[in-house]
């Protein structure tokens, strides 16, 4: 979450402690469901919502971490692989002068990219499988193909996890955002309610407008969270469709 998002989150805590703090206005959300107030709904509503928030933002960290080059231990199995089909080619030059043909077993360039080395690999796998019986007579392991294949799987198995980790960053991020504006709205309605309940109480009025308001990181006010506009992604009626 960004900072503005995570002080949303903390906008709709502060809703939850303060009808917490005040159940003669806003009762628990306690069953049997059938008799709650609509504020009470509201904050089911708020409280999932929350729930949410906290659970989809945790996702997103981990997803993002995921996507690092370090976390993925890429840079290691891509030298591996290049250290196997250089063990290859390695023996290959060697014998191109005896061996017609089995020059053709090269090296990539060293600045080729992942997916590159991936399809050279394959191409080598290919190529020395012709070659097998004489690399193998000439030092190389008997399951030398077996150990290209072995660095060549773990190297894509690394970059498909990658790339499966920023499509998981993505959904995260926008579940995030349209869960909050589902927040905004609910608080939104609830705004409407409390302030009218709260006329006659200037002091308690002045703490709920207070307490929904979305500060900024230096604590200063930076509007109030039930006047923020909703994202058209939102699904209007969260409270009424869970209470359905």
């Not at 069953?31 to 107030?37: F, G, I, K, L, Q």
Request: net charge positive; hydrophobic share 45%.
């Amino acid at each position: 979450m960004d900072n503005k998002q995570q002080r949303m989150l903390q906008a709709l805590r502060r809703v939850q402690a303060w009808c917490a703090a005040n159940p003669e206005l806003v009762p628990a959300p306690v069953p049997p469901a059938t008799a709650w107030s609509p504020l009470t709904r509201q904050l089911d509503a708020v409280n999932t919502i929350v729930a949410q928030v906290t659970a989809a933002a945790t996702e997103q960290r981990v997803q993002t971490k995921r996507t690092t080059l370090g976390a993925s231990d890429e840079p290691s199995l891509r030298k591996r692989l290049r250290a196997e089909m250089h063990a290859i080619t390695q023996v290959a030059q060697a014998l191109r002068r005896t061996i017609p043909g089995i020059g053709i077993l090269r090296m990539p360039s060293q600045g080729i990219r992942n997916e590159g080395l991936l399809e050279a690999a394959d191409a080598l796998a290919k190529q020395a499988s012709t070659y097998e019986a004489v690399l193998v007579e000439h030092a190389l392991a008997p399951d030398f193909l077996a150990h290209l294949s072995a660095a060549s799987s773990a190297l894509r198995e690394s970059l498909d996890s990658r790339g499966a980790a920023r499509a998981g960053r993505v959904s995260a991020t926008k579940q995030v955002r349209v869960t909050l504006s589902l927040g905004r709205q609910c608080v939104q309605i609830m705004d409407a309610v409390i302030t009218k309940a709260l006329r006659g109480e200037p002091a308690r009025l002045a703490e709920w407008k207070h307490v929904r308001r979305v500060t900024q990181g230096s604590g200063a006010v930076n509007g109030a969270l039930a006047s923020l506009p909703v994202s058209p992604d939102a699904t209007p009626d969260v409270a009424g469709s869970k209470a359905a």
